[in-house]
């Protein structure tokens, strides 16, 4: 099982970046896949989640109207859309595949150990 975060780099404030997240080794389609992110010295905190369909999605406060998230099953790969970037948005993201296959209803934000395979992060820096 592996997931492989990309897409991060150094954007100005107001600017967009398209986090792609490839996975293998098991079949995406069966599983909710999240996006969490980690800022210098701080927690780990999740970001957005979407349902193995990718008929459901779900944002944090912090993101939510500027995010999107979305996925292509047939090409094992989950995006997400970041717009109107602020220097708060500045951290390492992660994709993260739940433990749990074919799940229907989940809380918000949800606990850490309900996903049990990570990707290795990507960076985002926004900054003028």
């Known amino acids: 099982v592996q997931l492989q975060a990309s897409g991060g780099g150094l954007v100005q404030p107001g600017g967009s970046l398209r986090l792609s997240c490839a996975t293998s080794?098991?079949?995406?389609?069966?599983?909710?896949i999240s996006w969490f992110r980690q800022a210098p010295g701080k927690g780990r905190e999740w970001v957005s989640c979407?349902?193995?369909?990718?008929?459901?999605?779900y944002y944090s406060d912090s993101v939510d109207g500027r995010f999107t998230t979305s996925r292509d099953n047939a090409e094992n790969t989950v995006f997400l859309q970041m717009n109107s970037l602020k220097p708060e948005d500045t951290a390492v993201y992660y994709c993260?595949?739940?433990?749990?296959?074919?799940?229907?209803?989940?809380?918000?934000?949800?606990?850490?150990?309900?996903?049990?395979?990570w990707g290795q992060g990507t960076l985002v820096t926004v900054s003028s």
């Open positions: 080794g098991f079949n995406v389609e069966y599983y909710v």
């Open positions: 979407i349902s193995f369909s990718g008929g459901s999605t």
């Open positions: 993260a595949r739940h433990r749990a296959t074919y799940v229907s209803s989940f809380s918000t934000p949800p606990p850490l150990d309900e996903y049990n395979y």
